[in-house]
């Protein structure tokens, strides 16, 4: 049904990043997740993503961050690796620094805290693309970026051979299905969807692969979803897309009146793992809160209901 | 697959609303276009939707266009009926004239214009519905509303039997799968998407049916797509999918710097529906503007591609 | 230092609406309303605004409301009623409706729950505009409408005569700023702020008048408020604008765990209405819930310290 | 009529970055500027704003920024550094680096990028003041950050000591004016305004001062409308602000066809510091593009009529 597989496809989960308790990186327990997603059979890995709390960690962490992950990953998988950062000159920096350091691909937004044009959209990702010898995937985010990447721009980008792929995060599926037909005929350009709970319907469409938050907490389960949808099975495909959409409960457990969306589901997915032995500690860096013992709880009785323990 | 079978379910359209030249509604032209739903396969009629321009319509239009669907009917499929206004007194009339003039079904949304909050959206849908005859519907279209119906409250009010369904047109298809899995266990209450785009996916993740714009265009094309997805047969839905996705290029053909989205989506409607003579003219309500002579032959193009011509 | 007045200028408090413990229109209440403004120094009375609950009212009830006001009015002051309805048509049976009714101006919005376009704007005052026989003021309110009128727009309508004024109630001071500077050269085209906490602030930027909600509680310190600035005490102006800044507070006492914005704001000018003695209880319009005994104390309070009990 | 004067307060432009073509920053322009701004009477320096082009800077142009400014300066007025990064930590970073280079004061936003919540800015607020030795001011830029500082937040963090200040570019006048009321008795707490087309307007409020970004271009101006309120002349300061009005359309003349609101206000501050010979070029950094010639030569037609050349 696919008629094309892009170099970057398959479940590609965007890695969560561990600290200590004094919120350096845990190289042991990042380390342990990689060996827990490799062995779980993902596709690729995608370091330094907003699950990866990237727009929280240092230069200086996420370059730890890229070593462990490449070197843990052992070109068994490519490691995609996001260049987050507000403009242009930042973004080149981090993506050079990226593909120093191994990275297969470099992620990269749209300019955000400054107020943007399409024409300096384009030109940013021409730019980016023409500075560095990996190729680059734009991340459709507009809840971080608060611009929503066109139909006609991404488009454009894609026959031009600038980008090689857009992680969409948008939540507007109509344009992800336009976009699919649009570059159906641009080889090896890659949709991936960034919605963990709708994989089964996205592949449908024809998306190429998914990144997954969740796929950090039970990779095997987007394993399974991926290759039913590949032979066709979309019976089990849904089945197992339920089973997912029931874990991805986690992420509301926290108290929203102390936490943020995103400490809420970043706490979410490093406490999972922690219960399942993968990291040392549910620790995230300032200004979120970590979860506390109730929330976690409640977190170990989802993942008991989906049966990941 | 889908375990159930609500009452409203399948497919849906939102009727659009032909206009004389000097914009009445055109009597013989409405019931051209029920005709042509009830002939292409359709399940039931949403008059006084957004596609039906109840915003741009007076009260006695209103009351024109539903008397006109409800007859032209003649119960062979229900109608639903949209009750659109600014808060509960004022839907409340309009709701009341619905259930008068034979209404399956009334569809309203929460509060807009005003500022709005969740005990009183709450409130709004529980006293609407416990004063008419009819189920009511919730609309969720928060590009209208501008507040989006959570995953708590519409839960909240398909288990007490307040809400006999929603129509989906908020774009996020994650709180919409979440709420399939949610109400899996409510009799009859049925979940429909307004994406026309991608109701294929949908369908796999369990919606009921679809309230699709583009289905006044080709309501032959959803049929297929929804009986191909009810026999399991996605290889199909998808294809089908897909060139309606195609077609669906006609709401892009109006020159954005002369028209409104719903100018260039409403226009695109009624001037592919002319095309196809079933209506007379492409009229829309002021202040919007017809669509041109220029764009009318691209729309053309793209019903020839789609095979409507 | 103003070098002109326009005819719609001063203190124009928009009216609110008083309710019967069914939600029915007071008239009684509703009168002595008219009698406390006028009797207040006010100089013109806007009927049928935000604050006069109108998008929550039926037809019928507006029809009374304006009924009783002109009638209370006499002539003394004049009468601007709201004409607020989602498009064109509807605005002009509400529009024309007021005119019969004996309102000295209509004050209309930008389209609303539709999505809209500048050139759809532009056409739609100047089609109100053209219908009616009174002059017509636009009201610019995005946390209702959720767009913003431009610079540009309202220039060019002033210029044509199409607007005789603006209501802004769009938190914009800079565009009011630059509004009032472009519009210098219009014969009585008036700029009034809705924003109750700066009046003195645009006074001294040239603004022509204000519309404060605050006005039904304190219409006294709204006139010695402009009387101030009229004659150039500045000092004085500011002072009594910073006590009507702490009694605004009224509006934030309402436990906003329960109420929206608008029945916090609302339900705190009626219940202070009510203290004083002017209206006969703080009865808000479904869904919006009344003020508690306990909010209703702390209100009490806030009047004590303003020295209005 | 001011009671107190906050350390910093009074005439504060937010420095712009000079570029050369290569986009180096331009050190000797970057002198001129400062030499410009402190011989046009300003009160102190705000360098690394968004006025400075600050999130279009590497971590080393930042750097070399503030070393000139600080060294230009010399110590005749205060500068606040910027540290505009988008989580705790990384403002941790960029703070320590300002105050080791000689920043006087720190001024950085909420967390962006990712989504927060209130609780996590007051904590992130607090560690940032914590952590270094001189005073915090918080800016407040929803436009660029995506959330509103509220009036609780705010107030708290002053009446604890954490913040200093605030630098208010919201466009929230009214809360704005609540704050003023609400800090009025704690002891240097400054309220700096960011909007240049009504700084009279805040003064006569109460604002303890102005960030203009027109200020590079008329330092002038601003010092003789702060001294005319100072001095409780409102009507010159109201005839400065009008001029200055009208000399801050320059920030409207990049067509909009292919220039962000950014581009084209930092564009125009840029060109009019060309035009009046302070800086050698308007160069801007990527992905914006410059003002062509045809936008010099309007932009130079309004600096003459403000009486600028």
């Given at each position: 049904?696919?008629?094309?597989?892009?170099?970057?496809?398959?479940?590609?989960?965007?890695?969560?990043?561990?600290?200590?308790?004094?919120?350096?990186?845990?190289?042991?327990?990042?380390?342990?997740?990689?060996?827990?997603?490799?062995?779980?059979?993902?596709?690729?890995?995608?370091?330094?993503?907003?699950?990866?709390?990237?727009?929280?960690?240092?230069?200086?962490?996420?370059?730890?961050?890229?070593?462990?992950?490449?070197?843990?990953?052992?070109?068994?998988?490519?490691?995609?690796?996001?260049?987050?950062?507000?403009?242009?000159?930042?973004?080149?920096?981090?993506?050079?620094?990226?593909?120093?350091?191994?990275?297969?691909?470099?992620?990269?937004?749209?300019?955000?805290?400054?107020?943007?044009?399409?024409?300096?959209?384009?030109?940013?990702?021409?730019?980016?693309?023409?500075?560095?010898?990996?190729?680059?995937?734009?991340?459709?985010?507009?809840?971080?970026?608060?611009?929503?990447?066109?139909?006609?721009?991404?488009?454009?980008?894609?026959?031009?051979?600038?980008?090689?792929?857009?992680?969409?995060?948008?939540?507007?599926?109509?344009?992800?299905?336009?976009?699919?037909?649009?570059?159906?005929?641009?080889?090896?350009?890659?949709?991936?969807t960034?919605h963990?709970v709708v994989v089964d319907a996205m592949?449908?469409?024809?998306?190429?692969?998914?990144?997954?938050?969740?796929?950090?907490?039970?990779?095997?389960?987007?394993?399974?979803?991926?290759?039913?949808?590949?032979?066709?099975?979309?019976?089990?495909?849904?089945?197992?897309?339920?089973?997912?959409?029931?874990?991805?409960?986690?992420?509301?457990?926290?108290?929203?009146?102390?936490?943020?969306?995103?400490?809420?589901?970043?706490?979410?997915?490093?406490?999972?793992?922690?219960?399942?032995?993968?990291?040392?500690?549910?620790?995230?860096?300032?200004?979120?809160?970590?979860?506390?013992?109730?929330?976690?709880?409640?977190?170990?009785?989802?993942?008991?209901?989906?049966?990941?323990?």
């Amino acid at each position: 049904m696919i008629a094309r597989t892009p170099r970057f496809s398959g479940v590609v989960p965007p890695v969560v990043t561990p600290l200590t308790d004094d919120g350096a990186v845990d190289v042991a327990s990042l380390e342990r997740v990689v060996g827990h997603l490799i062995g779980g059979g993902v596709d690729g890995l995608f370091a330094l993503g907003s699950s990866g709390e990237v727009a929280y960690l240092t230069d200086e962490q996420q370059e730890t961050v890229l070593d462990v992950v490449v070197k843990a990953a052992g070109g068994q998988v490519p490691v995609l690796a996001g260049a987050i950062e507000t403009t242009t000159n930042k973004v080149l920096e981090r993506a050079r620094t990226a593909v120093a350091r191994g990275a297969s691909a470099v992620v990269t937004t749209a300019p955000f805290y400054t107020r943007t044009h399409p024409t300096e959209i384009d030109r940013h990702f021409r730019t980016v693309a023409a500075a560095i010898e990996v190729p680059v995937l734009a991340y459709d985010i507009p809840v971080c970026v608060h611009s929503k990447l066109s139909r006609q721009l991404v488009g454009a980008l894609a026959a031009d051979g600038v980008l090689a792929g857009v992680k969409d995060s948008s939540g507007d599926d109509v344009t992800f299905r336009q976009l699919i037909l649009d570059t159906r005929d641009v080889p090896d350009f890659a949709l991936l969807t960034g919605h963990e709970v709708v994989v089964d319907a996205m592949l449908l469409g024809g998306a190429h692969g998914s990144v997954p938050g969740l796929g950090n907490v039970d990779p095997h389960g987007y394993r399974r979803l991926h290759d039913a949808a590949a032979r066709g099975d979309w019976t089990a495909a849904r089945a197992e897309q339920d089973r997912l959409a029931r874990l991805f409960d986690i992420v509301a457990v926290a108290d929203p009146a102390t936490a943020s969306g995103t400490a809420s589901g970043l706490g979410a997915f490093k406490t999972a793992l922690t219960l399942l032995g993968v990291i040392a500690r549910n620790t995230v860096s300032p200004p979120m809160r970590p979860l506390t013992d109730a929330e976690t709880g409640r977190i170990g009785a989802i993942l008991e209901q989906a049966g990941l323990r």
